[in-house]
């Protein structure tokens, strides 16, 4: 693996959660944000968010990142060290999940 301040990231979706990690870790480490949405990946190269978020907005324009998007996914993962997955949380709307408490066993 490379050292530390070299790593390379890719971040699977540009949504609210995806979007904000990659924007955090560019900071620091050279980071592909990955979108099947063609919009999106073109906004985020010109340094606009695809989302309305007050801080992504404030990164993007004003901080020196180390981001780039791309549609291409092979290519992203391929040469990351690390790859961090942020799927929404609703594609499958049927599915639920159970979140009762269960009792205690000792």
Do not use: W
Request: aromatic content about 8%.
């Amino acid at each position: 693996m490379r050292e530390f301040k070299d790593l390379k990231i890719a971040v699977a979706g540009t949504g609210y959660v995806g979007l904000s990690i990659a924007t955090l870790l560019s900071q620091h480490h050279h980071v592909t944000a990955v979108d099947i949405i063609p919009e999106k990946v073109e906004l985020i190269n010109n340094k606009k968010s695809p989302i309305q978020d007050e801080y992504i907005e404030k990164y993007l324009a004003e901080k020196e990142l180390d981001l780039t998007a791309t549609l291409d996914a092979k290519e992203a993962y391929s040469d990351a060290d690390f790859v961090v997955i942020a799927a929404p949380t609703n594609v499958y709307p049927r599915v639920y999940l159970k979140t009762q408490k269960r009792p205690k066993k000792c």
